[in-house]
T-cell receptor, first 116, second 114 residues
Framework: AQKVTQAQTEISVVEKEDVTLDCVYE???????LFWYKQPPSGELVFLIRRNSFDEQNEISGRYSWNFQKSTSSFNFTITASQVVDSAVYFCALSERSFGNEKLTFGTGTRLTIIP | DTAVSQTPKYLVTQMGNDKSIKCEQNLGHDTMYWYKQDSKKFLKIMFSYNNKELIINETVPNRFSPKSPDKAHLNLHINSLELGDSAVYFC?????????????FGPGTRLTVL
């Protein structure tokens, strides 16, 4: 069975600090996909990144970066120079392929608060 | 242009009633999903449809019945509502296997059962 663990329930940092959100996953599949979503206080789910299990290159998008390490089954997310608008709940998710679908298994989320 | 839309955004109803939530996507995706987010923010898949066919049904009570009239729509009908059904329900869509993008989610429908 698939499982995603986000051990950090809540994190608070002062604005402009860097912050890393941890994600550890379990799966028996050799092909799988990892995701991060952001849920701001307004409630919508915003897609941030999708990474397949064969692509271990780190990715950077502006102030966001992701570190995928298969050896430790981790897919961590770092926000550099955090801003108040980054305050949200962040979800890591894992998908398995099932008859052509991608069924997402979510972690329990990390609530990030950026203090001005 | 809204990619994935849901109606209504808020739904307040009494126990025992029947209600429906509608979802439409204009992204041309072939797969649609329903997820439930409980009061602790835990997100869990309920159903998925691929080209109007039910693919995933995750141990959801049969009071919940999804219906997909076409690839762009996936509605959720709930019979005999219970207090425990109170949650935020998210619809999502994706085009499986063709892009690096993930599932796109609708804005959610907050259901409150009194």
């Amino acid at each position: 069975a698939q499982k995603v663990t986000q051990a950090q329930t809540e994190i608070s940092v002062v604005e402009k600090e860097d912050v890393t959100l941890d994600c550890v996953y379990e799966t028996r599949d050799t092909t799988y996909y990892l995701f991060w979503y952001k849920q701001p206080p307004s409630g919508e789910l915003v897609f941030l990144i999708r990474r397949n299990s064969f692509d271990e290159q780190n990715e950077i998008s502006g102030r966001y970066s992701w570190n995928f390490q298969k050896s430790t089954s981790s897919f961590n997310f770092t926000i550099t120079a955090s801003q108040v608008v980054d305050s949200a709940v962040y979800f890591c998710a894992l998908s398995e392929r099932s008859f052509g679908n991608e069924k997402l298994t979510f972690g329990t989320g990390t609530r990030l608060t950026i203090i001005p | 242009d809204t990619a994935v839309s849901q109606t209504p955004k808020y739904l307040v109803t009494q126990m025992g009633n029947d209600k429906s939530i509608k979802c439409e996507q204009n992204l041309g995706h072939d797969t649609m999903y329903w997820y439930k987010q409980d009061s602790k923010k835990f997100l869990k898949i309920m159903f998925s449809y691929n080209n109007k066919e039910l693919i995933i049904n995750e141990t959801v009570p049969n009071r919940f019945s999804p219906k997909s009239p076409d690839k762009a729509h996936l509605n959720l009908h709930i019979n005999s509502l219970e207090l425990g059904d109170s949650a935020v329900y998210f619809c999502a869509s994706s085009q499986v296997g063709t892009s690096r993008l993930g599932q796109f989610f609708g804005p959610g429908t907050r259901l409150t059962v009194l």
